[in-house]
């Protein structure tokens, strides 16, 4: 598919849209695209102008079904989730959408080249600010000898939930001197982070 998106390059009025974009004029119209040819042309800037770009669309089944044609172009596209709003006592909201939207700040925050989509309710609803959120990360090394009280204490500070048996994302267990943490649903109980006790 590259090669597809390699002769857009050679237009110029492509060049054209690309260089209003680099020198942020605004705002730029473009119509007349099909909408196979917007994200062709969403692709190519992308990955010619080596940051992150953010695609905001009206509902989350659009952004669902975008997601899915840029998959036919690049690899590095990203679905920015909106955060389920329950009207209910008993909270019943997915526990895997809180990581999803983290781990989409995060490779803004690394400025990835990437493309985010996202509807326009996602981008609406408040999130927990940069520097709240880069402030408290737990960092761990071969090597560290941790306060075991002190690293529970964090873990659940940091919004993590003890179990027996870590089954999924935000819970950690303690057996004796370990502490077993659940990054994400693939990689359970990756970090053993051997403590001692004071």
Do not use: H
Not at 26 to 52: F, R
Not at 60 to 88: C, G, M, R, S, W
């Amino acid at each position: 598919m590259n090669i597809i998106l390699e002769e857009l390059d050679k237009s110029n009025k492509f060049k054209e849209l690309q260089n209003q974009i680099k020198n942020k004029k605004s705002p730029i119209s473009i119509s007349g695209l099909t909408s196979l040819s917007e994200v062709m042309s969403i692709c190519k800037i992308t990955e010619n102008l080596k940051g992150p770009t953010m695609i905001i669309t009206y509902n989350e089944v659009q952004a669902k079904n975008l997601v899915n044609d840029f998959k036919f172009f690049t690899d590095k596209v990203v679905f920015f989730p909106k955060k389920e709003i329950v009207t209910y006592d008993y909270i019943a909201e997915s526990k895997n959408l809180p990581y999803e939207r983290i781990e989409v700040l995060n490779k803004i925050f690394d400025n990835k080249n990437i493309i985010i989509v996202a509807s326009i309710e996602a981008v609406n609803q408040k999130i927990i600010s940069k520097e709240k959120l880069y402030k408290n990360v737990l960092k761990l090394k071969i090597g560290d000898i941790c306060n075991i009280e002190d690293l529970k204490n964090k873990l659940v500070k940091l919004g993590y939930e003890r179990f027996d048996l870590i089954d999924g994302r935000g819970q950690f267990s303690v057996r004796g001197g370990i502490i077993d943490i659940s990054i994400n649903d693939n990689i359970r109980s990756s970090y053993g982070a051997l403590g001692r006790r004071n």
